[in-house]
Nanobody, 121 residues
Framework: QVQLVESGGGSVHAGGSLRLSCAAS??????MAWFRHAPGTEREFVAA????????YYADSAKGRSTISRDNAKNTVWLQMDSLRPEGTTVYYC????????????????WGQGTQVTVSS
């Protein structure tokens, strides 16, 4: 049984940093990714990373302020977020094993339960 468990969310002031983590169990994941979902909006892609070669992908909004990394031996992925802004207040979801477009939420088979990030001004 595949499970993705996120942690690391919380509250931070604007300009601060948070590091989210996602641990996968059940089997290794070729691609692990982060999405975010605010109320009233569609779930949107943030970043992804491949197991083989470590190729990374970022949404334009995340480039320069977020870094995705992974430890294949631990089947864990992290998202380091810096210079956070109040509009970054949302729930972040870990996803894995896409079938299709890496940046598409419809492609992912496995999802975590989400972790809340709150950025105050």
């Amino acid at each position: 049984q595949v499970q993705l468990v996120e942690s690391g969310g919380g509250s931070v002031h604007a300009g601060g940093s948070l590091r989210l983590s996602c641990a996968a169990s059940g089997r290794s994941m070729s691609v692990m990714a982060w999405f975010r979902h605010a109320p009233g909006t569609e779930r949107e892609f943030v970043a992804a990373i491949r197991q083989s070669g470590g190729t990374t992908y970022y949404a334009d909004s995340a480039k320069g302020r977020s870094t995705i990394s992974r430890d294949n031996a631990k089947n864990t992925v992290w998202l380091q977020m810096d210079s956070l802004r109040p509009e970054g207040t949302t729930v972040y979801y870990c996803a894995a094993d896409p079938c299709g477009r890496t940046k598409s939420r419809y492609a992912y088979k496995y999802w975590g339960q989400g972790t809340q990030v709150t950025v105050s001004s």
